[in-house]
């Protein structure tokens, strides 16, 4: 069976475009033109993924996501957006969005955020992790849960607290935060985590992962406690309790 996507694009030349190039791909796509008539279609037939526009009349890309996320529904969510700055990115982020495309954008990038987000709709198996590797200063306590630095992570249920507090994660924030758990107190390099997240590596330019591993630190950050998530500046990333 194909993979369907729900796109809502009020831009009729750029919904007509991408619908096709989708269908060409082998995707089985339903297109509207605004956010009412993409959370109609959410519920009428749930997707395997949504691509929103952002500006859209009436209820924008944002609310639909909102909407969604409120309701429970974790289905991936890649935004399109003619907004550049990290602030507008984050407003998407926090709405619950897991990626994003800026327009104008070549038509082969949506494919290959759309794959690395369809796999991500199962558990995503992470080297020198697992029940079968070595985990490091992680610790696994059973198939489905994993530790390190205070985090404790459910993979099942798909839910992580620090210490007695919940966090409310997004699917690629939850995935981020799984393989620096999994991987604590190991420096992660960018190209690594590039391809470990989203599948391929945006290049030395790139903004995307800074952003997340920022917005990432907003929510596993407590006054007093220590940084979790460490810069190892020209190289990467690196978990551990200071």
């Not at 550049?84 to 990626?99: F, K, N, P, Q």
Request: charged fraction near 25%; include cysteine; hydrophobic fraction near 40%.
């Amino acid at each position: 069976m194909p993979q369907t996507v729900l796109l809502a694009e009020d831009d009729r030349a750029i919904r007509h475009a991408l619908e096709r190039a989708l269908t060409l791909e082998g995707y089985q796509v339903t297109a509207v033109a605004d956010g009412v008539e993409a959370l109609a279609q959410a519920h009428r037939n749930p997707p395997d993924v949504l691509v929103l526009d952002v500006m859209m009349p009436g209820i924008d890309g944002l609310q639909v996501c909102r909407v969604l996320r409120a309701e429970g529904d974790r289905t991936p969510i890649l935004m399109l957006t003619a907004l550049v700055e990290t602030a507008d990115r984050i407003a998407g982020l926090d709405a619950g969005a897991d990626d994003y495309v800026v327009k104008p954008f070549d038509v082969e990038e949506v494919f290959a955020r759309l794959r690395a987000l369809l796999r991500r709709t199962s558990p995503v198996s992470v080297p020198g992790g697992g029940p079968e590797g070595p985990v490091r200063e992680a610790q696994v306590s059973s198939d489905r849960q994993v530790e390190a630095a205070g985090l404790r992570m459910d993979l099942q249920a798909r839910r992580a607290w620090r210490g007695g507090r919940e966090l409310e994660l997004t699917r690629t924030e939850f995935e981020l935060l799984e393989l620096l758990v999994r991987n604590a107190g190991i420096v992660l390099d960018h190209s690594t985590i590039y391809d470990r997240i989203w599948g391929y590596d945006f290049g030395p330019g790139s903004k995307n992962l800074a952003v997340y591993v920022g917005y990432l630190r907003r929510k596993l950050d407590e006054p007093g406690a220590p940084q979790l998530i460490h810069t190892v500046r020209g190289v990467g990333y690196v978990l551990r309790e200071d």
